[in-house]
């Protein structure tokens, strides 16, 4: 046996007694590490793994990496896949076939812990978002991860079809993300364009404190919530969500404010470069203004605001709700028999829960 095959042999076992006791270790099968070239025979090819050993190439693998390997000289680094810990003849079986694969994907992890921004070319679309090429590597831009803008307009449609149109008329653009997932193992690269945006909102945001209240405007409309833009800062966007649009209960935040409004609005938290704000927040509070004026027993007249599952909102005055159940009826068809939306109609307050907030109403018939 050569020197070279007694020093091959030798790595082998050290690297056994290595794995064995590298019991914090994090290689696993699947891991991508850097190896570097030792030699090559006609049908193996053999490389250092550090304090892993030594690992091999051979069979299929070799057949496939052949391209890859014929230029090598010892000393010469590259990536690898681990494909088992414990393959021939004890050494670490290693497959290069995608080694520059694996080399994208150690750039993309090398951009996504730098926080660069980069270019994407969009390629298609779907109902999760957008797909691209990123370092010729498939990326993904989900729709939660769109701009502020593109997301608010895209959640004022409601109808899936209509999203993935739209969606598609970005294809063929070029847009700035950064990278927020890696995952060489799963093939999943996941990017966000808004993410650009938030190293500079966060110095922004720095100015502004909780419970302070700005002029803003309103730039988006969505069936969850309202955008709303800072007047004195463009650049800052921010959510007002439905349930914190008004003290009642609201269907669409349509009924409350226009696109392009303005509007005075109060921070209610700053976190992660993302600030949320409150409308309700700067009115007055119907259950500490107008609840006096009913109580359990009276007679109310009420207007029929929706159905839902399990009854109907009704709309009394002073801007309070009452909640009547569907058992008051006998079911969803006999109640809308005798409930009409948009109309008003006697009911008796059953209970007032002020704890809750929460005004429970039977029909009076």
């Known amino acids: 046996m050569n020197t070279d095959n007694q020093n091959l042999k030798s790595s082998a076992i050290l690297a056994h007694i290595l794995k064995n006791e590298a019991a ?29 050993g030594t690992g091999m190439v051979f069979g299929a693998e070799f057949l496939n990496a052949k391209e890859a390997i014929k230029d090598l000289e010892p000393g010469d680094k590259l990536s690898a896949k681990i494909v088992d810990l414990d393959g021939e003849r004890g050494y670490t079986e290693l497959s290069l076939a995608e080694a520059g694969k694996q080399k994208l994907w150690q750039k993309v992890q090398d951009l996504q812990e730098a926080g660069e921004i980069v270019k994407m070319k969009i390629s298609g679309a779907n109902a999760g ?7 010729d590597l498939r990326a993904f831009l989900p729709i939660s991860q769109l701009s502020s803008d593109r997301y608010a307009s895209l959640g004022e449609i409601s109808d899936r079809q209509k999203v993935i149109d739209e969606l598609k008329k970005l294809v063929g653009e070029e847009v700035s993300v950064k990278i927020i997932n890696v995952n060489a ?25 909780i419970g302070q ?13 309202i955008f709303v833009r800072f007047a004195d800062n463009p650049q800052i966007e921010g959510l007002v969500h439905i349930s914190e649009i008004d003290h009642r209960i609201i269907d669409s935040p349509k009924e409350v404010v226009k696109l392009n409004e303005a509007i005075k609005i109060k921070i209610i938290d700053i976190r992660e470069g993302r600030v949320f704000l409150s409308l309700k927040a700067l009115k007055e509070d119907p259950w500490e203004k107008n609840i006096g004026q009913y109580s359990s027993g009276a007679e109310v007249k009420g207007k029929v605001y929706k159905f839902n599952p399990f009854g109907a909102t009704i709309d009394l005055e002073g801007g309070l709700q009452g909640m009547i ?21 006697d009911f008796i307050i059953d209970a007032i829960k002020s704890e809750e907030k929460r005004i429970t109403l039977k029909f009076k018939k």
Not at 36 to 52: N, Q, S
Not at 213 to 225: K, P
Not at 327 to 339: A, I, R, V, Y
Request: glycine residues 12%.
């Open 24 to 52: 914090g270790s994090r290689l696993r099968e699947g891991d991508v590490v850097e190896a570097i070239f030792i030699k090559r025979e006609p049908k193996a090819a053999y490389f250092d793994l550090g304090r892993f």
């Open 129 to 135: 978002g957008l797909l691209g090429m990123l370092e």
């Open 185 to 209: 193992r799963n093939n999943k690269l996941i990017v966000s364009e808004r993410e650009t945006m938030s190293a500079n909102i966060k110095e922004l945001l720095a100015q502004y404190q």
């Open 213 to 225: 209240v700005v002029d803003g405007i309103v730039s988006g409309l969505a069936d969850f919530g």
């Open 325 to 345: 159940h569907i058992s008051e009826f006998g079911g969803l068809d006999e109640m809308k028999k005798q409930l009409e939306l948009g109309k008003s109609y």
